[in-house]
């Protein structure tokens, strides 16, 4: 199969998907990858051999010569091909990438107005109010249930604090009066003469030696 046919398939076929344009086209890129590194190694072979026989051999060198002018022609034209080949692929690879992306978003809108076709917009702003105005009653019951009832209702609290400041005032008159004469915690003044305490009688001298010589005596006996 030749590269174009390989590349483009035969007349009448049926076109191939864009994943299978894009991996004929890699194919293709290292078919020509391979020969490029070929053609490579052949003008540095040519090029030995124009070396070699330069001063030896000039036909020989000029033949070598030639066939790497050969060989460069087609390494040219096999790297113009592969910037061609490479920039097609690169298209086709973005094609295909949008081609997906368009696929997926399409899919999703298609779920979207799905999940809206039993949904109306006036409906949700009916439904809104609808819960708003609940809502509202909501609140009226709540603070309706906790305000007192009856008792507190009728009651003037200027009257109150007035009340208290009578009942305040006649507290103090009452504790004003209860004030008695005071009373002397002193203690009372004794008055009968004090007794004077009795003298101890001195212990004469003589008679405290005669006990020392009493107690030598026994000591000594």
């Known amino acids: 199969m030749s590269l174009i046919s390989k590349m483009f398939g035969k007349k009448?076929?049926?076109a191939p998907t864009p994943q299978e344009a894009i991996q004929r086209l890699r194919e293709t890129e290292e078919m020509l990858q391979k020969k490029s590194d070929f053609l490579e190694k052949k003008i540095e072979q040519e090029i030995s051999i124009a070396k070699k026989n330069g001063t030896k051999n000039k036909r020989?060198?000029?033949?070598a010569l030639k066939r790497k002018k050969r060989y460069e022609k087609q390494l040219q034209q096999i790297d113009g091909t592969l910037s061609t080949i490479e920039f097609q692929r690169e298209a086709l690879e973005n094609a295909s990438t949008n081609t997906e992306v368009l696929r997926v978003m399409g899919d999703a809108a298609k779920a979207l107005k799905s999940a809206h076709k039993n949904m109306n917009v006036d409906d949700v702003h009916n439904l809104m109010d609808d819960v708003a105005e609940q809502q509202e009653i909501a609140?009226?019951?709540s603070d309706a249930i906790s305000n007192p009832i009856?008792?507190?209702q009728d009651v003037d609290e200027d009257d109150l604090m007035a009340e208290l400041e009578e009942l305040e005032q006649e507290a103090l008159e009452d504790k004003l009066l209860d004030v008695g004469p005071a009373?002397?915690?002193?203690p009372?003044?004794?008055s009968a003469q004090p007794v004077p305490a009795a003298r101890a009688k001195p212990v004469p001298a003589a008679s405290a030696d005669d006990d020392d010589m009493k107690e030598l005596e026994m000591w000594a006996s």
């Open 60 to 63: 020989a060198a000029l033949q």
């Open 183 to 186: 009373v002397d915690n002193l």
């Open 12 to 14: 009448g076929d049926k």
């Open 150 to 152: 009856g008792f507190g």
């Open 188 to 190: 009372n003044v004794p």
């Open 139 to 141: 609140t009226e019951i």
